[in-house]
């Protein structure tokens, strides 16, 4: 009873097209989850997410989710992820990875989630990581670890989607850094993050990480940019 008088003043709303959401419907909207843009990287080892490392990194897997398109579901929800506060957009797709993805056997070869780091100003100012809320969702379903405290983000920056590849390697070169031990030697990270565009960002993060002996890296981020 509560419930419906609360939804009915506060109606839950799409994440992906921000209308208002069926009594049956979670998250997304049933046609919103029929036409997200799907990459199907996992079938696809050599996929576009994988070439774009090809002689920067040596990585052992790397995809996409989804496709972002400017303008498009995808892009809504990283905005409602990232900005508005919607952090059950994360959990979702995170569940949804994992299931469909389950099989794929580079996933099973992990041993840990890393997400890409916030600086502790920019955590501050947003409250929360955008990309948590994915990751721990599958390290739930694919019952690996999760660790947020390994690899770090030394210097603060405003958004780099305005900046050249140049300008965003140099920008990243010394910007991330890893605090590790012993029992983190030899071990197979997947690094997490939202969206991804040239990839200077995760390089930089995979360097970091690959400063710990015996590491290995694999790459997932929900979406990557189809422009």
Same mark, same amino acid.
């Given at each position: 009873?509560?419930?419906?008088?609360?939804?009915? +003043?506060?109606?839950?709303?799409?994440?992906?097209?921000?209308? !208002?959401?069926?009594?049956? #419907?979670? !998250?997304? =909207?049933?046609?919103?989850?029929?036409?997200?843009? /799907?990459?199907?990287?996992?079938?696809?080892?050599?996929?576009?997410?994988?070439?774009?490392?090809?002689?920067?990194? *040596?990585?052992? +897997?790397?995809?996409? +989710?989804?496709?972002?398109?400017?303008?498009?579901?995808?892009? #809504?929800?990283?905005?409602? /992820?990232? %900005?508005?506060?919607?952090?059950? !957009?994360?959990?979702?797709?995170?569940? @949804?990875?994992?299931?469909? @993805?389950?099989?794929? &056997? #580079?996933?099973?070869?992990?041993? =840990?989630?890393?997400?890409?780091? /916030?600086?502790?100003?920019?955590?501050?100012?947003?409250? %929360?990581?955008?990309?948590?809320?994915?990751?721990?969702?599958?390290?739930?379903?694919?019952?690996? #670890? %999760?660790?947020?405290?390994?690899?770090?983000?030394?210097?603060?920056?405003?958004?780099?989607? &305005? &900046?050249?590849?140049?300008?965003?390697?140099?920008?990243?070169?010394?910007?991330?850094?890893?605090?590790?031990?012993?029992?983190?030697?030899?071990?197979?990270?997947?690094?997490? *993050? *939202?969206? !991804?565009?040239?990839?200077?960002?995760?390089?930089? =993060? $995979?360097?970091?990480?690959? &400063?710990?002996?015996?590491?290995?890296?694999?790459? /997932? =981020?929900?979406?990557? $940019? *189809?422009?």
């Amino acid at each position: 009873m509560f419930l419906s008088i609360l939804n009915l +003043f506060f109606p839950k709303t799409c994440g992906g097209c921000n209308h !208002i959401l069926s009594s049956n #419907e979670t !998250i997304l =909207c049933t046609l919103c989850r029929h036409t997200l843009p /799907l990459t199907n990287h996992h079938l696809n080892p050599k996929n576009a997410v994988f070439n774009t490392f090809y002689g920067r990194i *040596d990585v052992q +897997f790397a995809a996409a +989710f989804l496709y972002f398109r400017k303008k498009g579901i995808v892009q #809504e929800m990283v905005h409602n /992820l990232k %900005y508005r506060g919607q952090q059950e !957009i994360g959990q979702c797709l995170g569940n @949804w990875v994992a299931e469909d @993805w389950i099989a794929t &056997k #580079e996933l099973t070869a992990v041993d =840990c989630i890393i997400p890409v780091p /916030l600086h502790p100003r920019k955590f501050r100012e947003r409250g %929360y990581n955008q990309v948590s809320s994915f990751g721990l969702a599958l390290s739930a379903k694919l019952n690996l #670890e %999760y660790n947020a405290a390994l690899l770090i983000r030394n210097t603060y920056s405003k958004t780099q989607s &305005k &900046k050249d590849f140049s300008d965003r390697i140099q920008g990243n070169e010394t910007t991330f850094d890893v605090i590790f031990s012993e029992k983190d030697h030899n071990k197979h990270y997947l690094l997490i *993050d *939202d969206v !991804i565009t040239t990839g200077a960002t995760l390089e930089a =993060c $995979s360097r970091a990480l690959l &400063k710990i002996p015996g590491t290995q890296i694999s790459i /997932l =981020c929900m979406a990557m $940019s *189809d422009y």
